[in-house]
């Protein structure tokens, strides 16, 4: 059925982006009338749910024989346990979300407050191989989306819910953080690659684009391993003034913006 084929740009993507947006504005709105606690605590909750449809979604990957033909019809090595650890700057931030709202680290929700919906919003539009073109019933491409959207759900809510009102005081700090998991995550590519455990680990597609078109045109201009990905940051500035004014425009018509004194769940650590 043609109408459950997704990829980027077409009816079926934007049908899920308009679904998503209208389920986030209400939630939105249901938790900021809740309260901060309520808010965190269905946060919580949801981005566990989406860690169990990303773990069972990356265990049946790896005995998708139509994803292992597709890897190898275009010159990639095919998956294996060792390339589908949660090491992607989405998955990451997957991660951090709950384990931050239960901790109560300031720092770790403003980085998946700025960096998890760009990076995870880039995955959709600029899907790797084997994920864009097949129907959205398909075991890898459900999980694929709907943890995609559900990390762009869980990050953004950490503002729109009220949890943690952002700051662009916290951006140099959030820049800090990312340059070093980037070089952390570099580290274990390069281990998993010299100890033949994955040869070709390629985790926040440090090390080659792998047939996407974005990071294929930021390789062209830098033909580097690590370096070429640094100017996709310019769209990271770009979007922290488009996020942060949204935020101040949906607390201006949906609620009041966040006192961090006053009204947060969030002990600021």
């Known amino acids: 059925m043609d109408f459950l084929i997704i990829e980027p740009f077409n009816a079926l993507s934007f049908i899920l982006l308009f679904s ?3 389920l986030f504005v209400v939630l939105s709105v249901i938790a900021r009338k ?3 606690e309520f808010a965190s605590k269905l946060l919580t909750g949801l981005m566990f749910v989406t860690i169990a449809v990303y773990c069972i979604y990356k265990a049946l990957i790896l005995y998708d024989a139509e994803y292992r033909e597709i890897l190898i019809s275009n010159s990639l090595q095919p998956t294996s346990f060792w390339k589908e650890l949660p090491l992607q700057l989405c998955n990451i931030n997957m991660l951090i979300i709950p384990f931050a709202l239960i901790t109560k680290k300031k720092k770790l929700l403003s980085f998946s407050f700025y960096i998890a919906p760009i990076a995870a919003f880039m995955a959709l539009i600029f899907p790797a191989v084997g994920f864009s073109g097949f129907s959205i019933l ?3 491409i459900f999980g ?3 943890t ?3 990390i762009i759900f869980g990050s953004l809510s950490i503002g729109f819910f009220g949890i943690k009102k952002p700051d662009l005081k916290d951006i140099p700090e959030v820049l800090v953080m990312f340059f070093i998991l980037s070089l952390v995550i570099f580290g274990v590519n390069t281990a998993l690659r010299a100890s033949g455990l994955a040869p070709d680990a390629n985790y926040f597609f440090e090390m080659e684009p792998e047939g996407i078109g974005f990071l294929e045109m930021l390789y062209g201009f830098i033909p580097c391993k690590y370096f070429y990905i640094y100017p996709a940051l310019t769209i990271l500035f770009a979007y922290i ?5 949204s935020y101040n ?5 949906f609620g009041k913006k966040v006192d961090t004194k006053e ?3 969030i002990e600021i650590e």
């Not at 003034?241 to 004014?245: A, D, E, F, S």
């Not at 425009?249 to 018509?253: A, E, Q």
């Open 148 to 150: 995609h959207y559900m």
């Open 138 to 140: 398909t075991p890898r």
């Open 34 to 36: 809740k309260g901060t």
């Open 263 to 265: 009204n947060s769940a």
């Open 241 to 245: 003034l488009v996020v942060i004014g």
């Open 144 to 146: 694929f989306y709907f």
């Open 20 to 22: 998503f947006l209208i």
């Open 249 to 253: 425009l949906y607390s201006k018509f």
